[in-house]
Each structure stands twice: as C-alpha cells, then as structure tokens.
C-alpha cells in the first residue's frame, strides 16, 4: 500500500465527524458591521446598501465572525442583530485535508445557509424604516467594537455619518474644524481601540434634510475628515470614506 493509500485508509477509519462544523475555530478575526437606523432609507440607500453587502461578504476569510449591529438615537438602543463565523474551509496541505472535518462541499452549503440568514435579517431592516431625532453615532461605534478590539479585523459603516447628540450636536458637526470636534470627543471620553482594523463607510455625502439633498462641498470635507480623524487617533488602520 503506498503511502497515499495508507492515509486515506486512516482517514476512513476515522469517519467524518458527527456534528456541526465550528467554523468560528477557523477564523482568525472580527468584522463589525454597523447600520445607521437613524434616516429612513430611500431607494439610493437600499440599493447602495445591498451593493455594499456583496463586498462585505467577499471580504470575510475562513471563519471570521460577522458581528452586526444598528445605530439609533442612543448608543443603549443599538442592537445586534446578526453574530455568526463565516462557513469556509481554512486552506490546508494533503494530510491535514484529509484529517480534517471540514469538507468545502458542507462548506459551500452552508455558506448559502449563512447568507440567506443575513440578508433576511438585513431585509427586515429595509422592510422597516426608522427614524430618530437624534443619531450618537460615535459612541455606539465604540461600543459596538469595544469586545472586539483584541481580534478586531474590519469595522463596516453603511451611514450619512451625521452626529446629532448632546456631545456633538448636528449643527456644530457642520460647522466646527475636525480637530475641535475629535477633542471633543476625547474629553467627553468617547473613544475606541480599532486595533488596526481597516474602517469602510458607505451612504456618506447626503445630507439628513427632507430630499436628502448632496452636502455642500465644505461641509462634506469637514464631516469626513473629523470620522478620519476620530479613527485614527483611537488606532483604526485604513480608512475609506464614501457613498459607494
């Protein structure tokens, strides 16, 4: 018997394993997914929204957790709405592959399972708009990642990033230089520990007014800079900010 043929043999002895694969043992980190519930979404935020998933999914590697959350008038009303690790087989050599319990087929099963899950749960957001008079959209940022900080991999915003809470009030968020605003929020202890984690934002650039007209060119520049700021002084790692 060759030695290929004398693995395989051991390996049918063992048998495939009886219950549900841990995908989570796989993954190497976290991804926080956060969704501003703070402006009903239009036709624009939904179809961007759903665009944005697709990468959001694609990024994620072999048993990284997918952690979701909303962001509402107090950062006490987020919730998670979505906590599961990514079904994908870590890539492996000959002998490990055949030892372990991990089969792509199950895999790939089980990734359509996952998806469904999470687009039904995302579905039902858009099915059901909301809106607050008030968006604390820092701090419920800071404390959505802050259990993740020690394995933090992505942090993913789908939001017009306009702050409007007693810290930072909407008018103020507009008109103030970012470092003022960043101070701000360092005094009034409104910080996170990215990590390093790389920070994308989508549905940026459109004001929170009746129509949802584009911010005006300075306004934009400012909001912008003040997020990239704010992530970077609390260790985020590359940060892109955008409406698409």
């Known amino acids: 018997m060759t030695w290929r043929g004398a693995l395989l043999a051991l390996f049918l002895l063992l048998g495939p394993a009886a219950h549900a694969e841990d995908?989570?043992?796989?993954?190497?980190?976290?991804?926080?997914?956060?969704?501003?519930?703070?402006?009903?979404?239009?036709q624009t935020d939904k179809t961007l929204f759903l665009q944005a998933l697709d990468g959001v999914i694609a990024n994620l590697r072999p048993g990284d957790?997918?952690?979701?959350?909303?962001?509402?008038?107090?950062?006490?009303?987020?919730?998670?709405?979505?906590?599961?690790?990514?079904?994908?087989?870590?890539?492996e050599g000959f002998f490990a592959g055949l030892?372990?319990?991990?089969?792509?087929?199950?895999?790939?099963?089980?990734?359509?399972?996952f998806t469904r899950e999470l687009a039904q749960t995302l579905a039902g957001l858009l099915q059901q708009?909301?809106?607050?008079?008030?968006?604390?959209?820092?701090?419920?940022?800071?404390?959505?990642?802050?259990?993740?900080?020690?394995?933090?991999?992505?942090?993913?915003?789908?939001?017009?990033?306009?702050?409007?809470?007693?810290?930072?009030?909407?008018?103020?968020l507009k008109r103030l230089p970012p470092a003022e605003i960043v101070q701000r929020l360092r005094s009034n202890g409104v910080q996170a520990d990215f990590a390093g984690a790389a920070v994308r934002v989508f549905g940026f650039g459109r004001d929170d007014a009746p129509g949802r007209p584009p911010l005006a060119q300075p306004v934009r520049q400012r909001i912008a800079q003040a997020w990239r700021d704010w992530f970077a002084a609390n260790g985020a790692g590359a940060v892109e900010i955008g409406f698409r």
């Open 23 to 42: 995908y989570c043992a796989y993954g190497r980190g976290v991804a926080v997914l956060l969704i501003d519930r703070t402006t009903a979404f239009d």
């Open 65 to 91: 957790r997918l952690a979701a959350f909303t962001m509402t008038g107090a950062y006490t009303e987020s919730r998670k709405i979505f906590d599961r690790c990514n079904p994908a087989c870590p890539e």
């Open 99 to 113: 030892v372990s319990t991990c089969r792509p087929v199950v895999a790939r099963s089980d990734k359509v399972a």
């Open 129 to 172: 708009p909301e809106e607050t008079r008030f968006s604390d959209l820092f701090r419920t940022v800071a404390e959505a990642v802050r259990p993740y900080a020690s394995n933090l991999h992505a942090v993913i915003l789908f939001s017009d990033l306009i702050e409007n809470s007693p810290v930072i009030p909407e008018r103020e």
